[in-house]
């Protein structure tokens, strides 16, 4: 138990120093490493929306898919599996990235941003706890997206394929990003080598511990057993140490002139309460659901277009938000959102009340 306890805590710090680091040389300040908001930069760079200032093939998503794909074999974890209600899970993963957008980060971000002094991120941090707490009594209550099934072997490699073909365009092609001389979140970049490494790291580690936040959150209320917290502590607390080591000037504990954050309190709070009652629907937050997908659950990866396809429709459509404020179409699609997700939940439990 105590090895596991180090191991939970060395994977948090580790994660948490090495977001600090890129940050250190080159990533946006608060945005060391964002799921969310890379998966974002990713669709933009293949043009599913122009907004220019937020377009860069990120080498940590890369990095991580290939990191936890290398992981699964070495440990021979790489499972090829789906048909556990792929549809549901590309909606869910759609709503997801919609409140992700909305909040601006991932639960990995959140903890990175409060690491930073950004109590904006605290605000998230209810909501979060909010959407795993109203996920968990739809599970009580019976709801199941069904049992995955053993599938053909080439249908794992299909996140893995992805993230080489994203590195053979990044590395042979760089002309191909579209990216802006503004000063938006996709201009600040570490360099190629540096992120792709510490990606492959952080997936390894993912991979091996099963890190999700949202999961370790969930356990912790329904085992009763703050364990499971002592990864995002780890996270939270390495963030904070290298933040005053590493990037003191950019230290600013408020609520106020956050890098690439918003003060409006509601929609950080409903943002994240729809990001943590999806994570838990669907079995896992971004992170978890990108860890999953590499080592070969089909139904991740409908999740991850799904998201992918919500981050487009962020930005094409105007739910995002931006340093300024939340566009009203982006409190709509949040509200829509979250009481679509109760009508799934409801449905299902109802459908696997009259199957039982």
């Known amino acids: 138990m105590k090895e596991n306890r180090l191991l939970l805590i060395i994977t948090g710090g580790v994660i948490g120093l090495m977001a600090i680091l890129l940050v250190k040389l080159g990533n946006p300040h608060n945005m060391g490493l964002c799921v969310a908001c890379f998966y974002r930069d990713i669709v933009g760079a293949l043009g599913l929306h122009r907004t220019a200032t937020v377009q860069y093939l990120r080498p940590e998503i890369i990095g991580l898919i290939l990191g936890s794909f290398i992981m699964a074999t070495a440990k021979r974890e790489f499972r090829p599996r789906g048909g556990s209600s792929p549809i549901i899970r590309f909606v869910l993963g759609f709503l997801m990235m919609t409140g992700a957008m909305v909040f601006l980060g991932c639960p990995l971000r959140m903890l990175l941003r409060l690491g930073n002094g950004d109590l904006n991120a605290l605000i ?152 943590g009652l999806t994570s838990v629907l669907l079995g896992g937050c971004p992170l978890r659901q990108t860890i999953m997908a590499a080592e070969g659950d089909g139904d991740s990866v409908f999740t991850i277009i799904g998201m992918m396809l919500g981050a487009a429709f962020s930005h094409n459509f105007g739910f995002a938000a931006s340093t300024a404020y939340v566009p009203l179409y982006g409190k709509i699609a949040v509200v829509a959102g979250l009481l679509l997700v109760i009508l799934l939940g409801w449905h299902i439990i109802k459908y696997e009340k009259v199957k039982g």
């Open 124 to 275: 998230g941090l209810f909501g979060f706890v909010g959407g795993i707490w109203l996920g968990i009594q739809f599970l009580k209550n019976g709801y199941s997206l069904g049992k995955s099934s053993t599938q053909p072997l080439i249908n794992g490699y299909f996140m893995s394929a992805f993230a080489v073909i994203l590195l053979v365009l990044l590395i042979a092609s760089p002309t191909f990003i579209f990216f802006t001389e503004t000063r938006g979140p996709g201009f600040f970049r570490a360099p190629l080598i540096l992120s792709l490494v510490a990606g492959l790291i952080i997936g390894a580690l993912a991979q091996r511990t099963r890190l999700c936040t949202a999961g370790d959150i969930r356990n912790t209320i329904i085992i009763k057993d703050p364990t499971f917290l002592l990864r995002p502590f780890g996270i939270l607390l390495f963030t904070l140490i290298g933040s005053l080591i590493l990037n003191p000037t950019s230290f600013e504990l408020g609520f106020l002139n956050q890098p690439f954050a918003h003060s409006d309190h509601i929609w950080n709070f409903l943002g994240m309460l729809l990001l």
